[in-house]
């Protein structure tokens, strides 16, 4: 069983989203302020919901740094009541998997939540794999959904990675951001394609020998 921890302020909304998820079968902790979720960053959770405005002195910002630390690759979906482009920039600087503005479906929430679960766990839960991709001096687990370089494991985020898998499902092609925002983040997202060059700035630093071309007033292309 899944346990996702939410961070959210607003009572009714906070009950919806547990009924809801609970329902679906997580085993679901809820967390009213920053304060508290603080103290639990380090729990076994495999999926945090961060409202970004929260009561007091800790922010959503502060929470997914402090769970960054520990736990890099650990699922981030970020809520947010401003529908700010720096709201989402911010937020996926910082890591975060997704990104949605309040009011939101319930529903799409937990169809999110399910998806990113499935990247981040179901497709990794082979033992052994013989589906290795090498890229440079990368190697890319398609089974384990990680990637190694000089035998470290690298630590991507979900988003990342299934940018990387995208492009390297498409060697040579020319992407547009359009494409890569309905590929990536799903043909629901509706927001700033600024995300998609954010995704790639974070992709590069983390994989600087990535040869990944930058088609200006376009998209981008990977070359092999």
């Known amino acids: 069983m899944y346990k ?6 607003e009572k009714n909304l906070a009950a919806l989203v547990v009924k809801y998820l609970s329902t679906e079968g997580y085993d679901v902790k809820l967390y009213s302020n ?9 729990e076994p ?3 945090w919901i961060l409202d970004i405005m929260l009561p ?3 922010s959503g910002y502060d929470l997914i740094k402090k769970i960054r630390e520990t736990k890099p690759t650990m699922p981030v979906i970020f809520t947010s009541a401003r529908d700010q482009d720096i709201d989402k920039i911010m937020g996926l600087e910082l890591g975060s998997d997704d990104y949605l503005a309040k009011p939101y479906s319930i529903r799409e929430l937990v169809l999110r ?3 990113l679960l499935a990247r ?6 082979t033992k052994t794999s013989k589906n290795e991709l090498l890229i440079g001096n990368y190697v890319l687990d398609k089974d384990r959904r990680n990637v190694t370089f000089g035998g470290e494991a690298l630590s991507l985020t979900s988003k990342e990675y299934d940018l990387l898998i995208y492009l390297v499902d498409h060697p040579g092609k020319a992407f547009s951001r359009d494409q890569i925002l309905n590929a990536v983040w799903g043909e629901d997202y509706f927001g700033s394609d600024r995300v998609v060059d954010d995704l790639l700035r974070r992709l590069r630093s983390k994989m600087p020998e990535l040869q990944i071309e930058t088609i ?3 998209g981008y292309r990977l070359i092999l």
């Not at 996702?4 to 302020?9: G, K, M, Q």
């Not at 920053?34 to 380090?42: C, S």
């Not at 981040?120 to 839960?125: D, Q, T």
Request: aromatic share 18%.
């Open 4 to 9: 996702i921890a939410i961070v959210e302020d």
């Open 34 to 42: 920053g304060e508290e979720a603080y103290k639990d960053t380090e």
């Open 45 to 47: 959770y495999h999926l």
């Open 56 to 58: 007091g002195i800790v």
């Open 113 to 115: 939540v399910k998806n």
């Open 120 to 125: 981040a766990y179901e497709f990794g839960s």
């Open 216 to 218: 200006y007033g376009y």
